[in-house]
């Protein structure tokens, strides 16, 4: 293993954590455009003790509202604009992983000239990386995306149905506040999502990484089997702190870094199909997910089904034959969609009324934007057209 491992975000974490946003936006600017969703934040008294807090502190606040489920480009320009004209020094994100997204590239947007899109990888030969950004403060109120504490972000753009991501240090948020108070009234639906999202984020890792990582493989399964215990407590009981507060640090260590250090990972092929996927229909990111993991792990078990046989020794327990045995491998893959199901992920895409007319679109898009020397899906195996088309098939 060759790696290096850096994450500047200054981290607070346990309930009551808010009230600390003036103090820690204060360090960091005068003029905050706060930017949020679609309006559950102010429906339940977040936003309001977000604004006393920053007043209280002295910062000023624009509001930048409205930003979608998948935030869009036009909404990134809007925010910038804004950010600009109102002279704001710093950004605030208070939202889930989509208004943290946002948040991220109108930050580095409001340095840059020209057109945002060009800085999300969507085939182009060289993407403009941004080098600097305005400092970022995340509050997220769901557990899902990590993107409190990670430098990426993914954007759709609406007007050629494009879904895709940038990363850049510079996007790092100078402070991430978790505070699992903020995640009770999320519903049943969300949390069972932000679930797939997080567990999904580690199996990315680990079953597309380099052999021999047994402590990262470790954290991975450990990261999982806790967010399988607290998932049902969270989604039975919303005011469950502490479930809410397990899946909460589960979501953040999915995708800091930490766990994928050192892993030798060449790719998400899941979160790449499943980004031309919901450009196209507008679904939910994780809903999305939980039907194409299960699939891709069965297309990539048949192929090499050693890390799949210890995925299903290790987290559920099953008695596997030796590392190939596929029966063991497929058996614990149909132990994970059953789990994904009984918290009520959809699994099928015929579930959210998606038929298999535009298969093959999807696939040819999915490779336009993200493919290797070869012209292939970096995952282990690499995937070819035809062999997105067939796990796409699969999950119909």
């Known amino acids: 293993m060759q790696f290096e491992y850096q994450n500047p975000t200054h981290l607070i974490f346990g309930a009551g954590s808010l009230a600390r946003l003036g103090e820690m936006a204060a360090a960091h600017g005068k003029r905050a455009l706060l930017v949020t969703g679609g309006g559950s934040v102010k429906r339940n008294g977040t936003f309001d003790r ?14 930048c509202d409205g930003v979608e489920p998948n935030p869009r480009l036009a909404t990134v320009k809007r925010g910038a604009a804004l950010a600009r004209e109102q002279d704001c020094d710093l950004v605030i994100a208070l939202g889930g992983g989509s208004v943290m997204d946002a948040a991220k590239v109108m930050a580095a947007a409001v340095f840059y000239e020209g057109d ?28 899902a995306t990590g993107s409190e504490m990670n430098c990426g972000a993914v954007i759709t753009n609406e007007g050629t149905t494009e879904k895709s991501f940038v990363q850049a240090a510079c996007m790092y948020p100078k402070v991430a506040l978790l505070d699992p108070e903020l995640t009770t009234s999320v519903p049943k639906d969300q949390t069972a999502y932000g679930v797939c999202d997080l567990i999904t984020h580690i199996t990315e890792g680990y079953f597309n990484g380099a052999g021999n990582t047994p402590i990262q493989d470790r954290f991975a399964e450990g ?36 766990i994928q250090s050192g892993s030798g990972s060449v790719g998400f092929p899941v979160h790449m199909i499943e980004h031309t996927v919901s450009a196209y229909h507008d679904i ?16 990539a078990a048949r192929r090499n089904p050693a890390k799949f046989v210890q995925f299903a020794e290790r987290l559920f327990g099953l008695p596997g034959k030796g590392s190939d045995d ?9 132990r994970f ?24 679109t999807y696939a040819r898009e999915t490779l336009r934007i993200m493919h290797d020397e070869n012209g292939q899906l970096p995952a282990i195996p690499p995937l070819s057209e035809a062999d997105i088309v067939e796990v796409l098939r699969a999950a119909l």
């Open 326 to 334: 596929l029966e063991c491998a497929l058996a614990g893959i149909d």
């Open 223 to 258: 990261v999982i089997l806790t967010a399988m215990e607290y998932a049902p407590k969270a989604i039975a009981n919303g005011n469950d702190l502490d479930a809410r507060s397990q899946i909460q640090w589960a979501a953040t260590v999915a995708l800091n870094g930490w």
């Open 284 to 299: 939910a990111h994780a809903a999305g997910l939980a039907i194409l993991n299960p699939a891709w792990m069965r297309f």
């Open 116 to 143: 945002p899109w060009d800085m999300i990888y969507h085939g182009q030969p060289e993407p403009y990386v941004p080098t600097r950004a305005l400092p970022l403060v995340t509050v997220p109120t769901l557990a």
């Open 50 to 63: 977000a604004l006393s807090s920053l007043a209280d502190a002295g910062v000023a606040v624009s509001v």
């Open 337 to 360: 969609e059953a789990f994904l199901k009984a918290i009520g992920c959809p699994t099928r895409f015929s579930d959210l009324g998606i038929d298999g007319s535009l298969v093959e």
